[in-house]
């Protein structure tokens, strides 16, 4: 393909995403692109098959793990000397659960499992993402844009991956995430019967500029007929209050019937510093624990935000079968976990002398962070452990280092309207599930679409928004 003709199917790309909403604001009146890649990436069906089918298990354990208060207490408290935030989040678990029948709330689990192909171990889970698993929308609408560019200049699915006739892996992420939200949320809607809408809240961050793929979200769960409101944990400070039958209800809006977190995983989410406050955020945690204490569809409740954090992700990881089975997994469903889960250990002094002497690329240093700038890798593992307290070794986990095989082909990725050519190009397969009060959203299964979040292996922040990854999707190679 001509240099000219690939700058064609760039500008086209380009406009088709702007068209469809892939964006990031960029001001008040502005937008840009999200960067994506221009062909998608290859997987077997066989491969797509098994993981579809290990995330709706991982989201089964999840759930049963969120639930089970006492062991998170245990899991979570160790780090709470030597990890602020998640000490605070732990206050707030103990208030919401601090006596039998003060949690009404309706857990409604959106999770995302993300899986890197490791070329010894084959998919091994990278981490769960509960609480702000967003990019559902973004990845069915790459998974769209590929199947245009597919039809509309066929040549460049031909040359750039040598493939005529390959079957491009569906993905309804948009219709199974509304799907879900709105099961739960007319679930509530006829418990209390009351006239009006069916209404979501969208709980958002100050001046959020990953604004277009939550409103993708809004605008499917509009069609579904429920009414949508967004607001900041500020905004809703005093605006909350209790109807019959631990009704919640937004003043000047009326009941609510899902509340869903996109913000809540910093402490940033909760500071307001015109509120007279003993300690830092501790009016706008109690709004958080406030809503659990109504009935109404809460993702991601403060349990659901424990259990898939790293420290638990750790402790799962360590489990036998016996232990895994103990959350109401069977033998073969623990059998099958325990492959994927991957190597984690404590940071203790026993491993910081493993990793001392291992090769530089053989481990990952991870916080409890959420989002991009939480993993440290190669020599700053060992500044890093230097000048930690060991009062702060729990807040920190040890996983052994995925090495995905790059893609085949070297493919063409856009990043602000412009070209490069990448030769190395690795990926990360989100798996989205839904499951509501512990069982599938659907009759079927809790599968609800997935993301694929590409980059260079040489770059260790794959976050679209806020590291070096581009939008993708799949495409079988069988």
């Not at 937008?31 to 298990?57: C, E, M, N, W």
Request: glycine share 8%; hydrophobic share 40%; charged share 20%.
């Amino acid at each position: 393909m001509s240099s000219l003709d690939i700058q064609k199917v760039r500008d086209d790309a380009i406009e088709w995403a702007l068209t469809h909403g892939v964006a990031f604001k960029e001001s008040l009146y502005s937008a840009v692109h999200t960067p994506f890649t221009l062909t998608p990436t290859p997987i077997s069906r066989g491969d797509y098959q098994h993981l579809k089918g290990v995330a709706q298990t991982l989201s089964k354990l999840i759930y049963a793990v969120s639930e089970d208060h006492g062991f998170l207490y245990d899991a979570i408290h160790p780090i709470a000397a030597g990890d602020p935030f998640f000490s605070a989040l732990l206050s707030m678990h103990q208030h919401i659960h601090s006596s039998p029948g003060s949690a009404p709330r309706l857990p409604l689990l959106i999770m995302r499992s993300d899986f890197m192909d490791d070329r010894r171990n084959g998919h091994q889970l990278v981490e769960f993402n509960g609480i702000a698993a967003g990019m559902g929308p973004f990845g069915q609408r790459i998974h769209e844009l590929h199947r245009y560019l597919r039809r509309q200049w066929p040549a460049i699915s031909i040359q750039e991956s040598h493939q005529t006739v390959a079957e491009l892996v569906c993905n309804h992420a948009i219709e199974g995430l509304s799907a879900g939200i709105a099961e739960a949320t007319f679930k509530i809607k006829r418990e209390f019967g009351d006239p009006g809408p069916a209404r979501f809240l969208m709980i958002v961050q100050e001046h959020e500029n990953n604004v277009f793929d939550q409103h993708l979200l809004e605008l499917a769960l509009q069609q579904r007929g429920i009414e949508t409101q967004r607001r900041t944990f500020r905004e809703l400070h005093n605006q909350l209050s209790t109807g019959a039958n631990d009704r919640l209800i937004l003043n000047g809006i009326g009941p609510l019937d899902t509340v869903y977190l996109r913000a809540g995983y910093q402490y940033s989410d909760y500071e307001a510093a015109d509120l007279n406050e003993q300690r830092c955020c501790q009016a706008l945690m109690a709004t958080r624990v406030l809503i659990e204490r109504h009935r109404v569809a809460v993702n991601a409740t403060v349990a659901q935000q424990l259990a898939t954090s790293k420290r638990v992700q750790m402790l799962l990881s360590c489990l036998e079968e016996d232990g895994l089975v103990a959350f109401g997994l069977t033998p073969q469903e623990a059998d099958t976990v325990r492959h994927r889960l991957g190597e984690m250990h404590p940071v203790t002094p026993d491993s910081i002398q493993v990793v001392k002497a291992a090769p530089s690329d053989s481990w990952v240093l991870k916080n409890q962070g959420e989002g991009g700038g939480h993993c440290l890798f190669g020599a700053d593992i060992q500044v890093k452990l230097a000048t930690l307290d060991p009062l702060q070794y729990q807040a920190w986990s040890l996983m052994r280092r995925l090495h995905p095989v790059p893609r085949a082909m070297p493919a063409w990725v856009v990043r602000k309207g412009e070209l490069h050519r990448v030769t190395d190009l690795i990926s990360e397969l989100g798996m989205f599930t839904v499951q509501i009060d512990g069982n599938p959203a659907s009759a079927e299964q809790s599968f609800a679409g997935y993301l694929i979040r590409s980059k260079s292996a040489e770059s260790t922040e794959g976050g679209v928004h806020s590291g070096q990854g581009v939008l993708d999707s799949l495409v079988f190679s069988d």
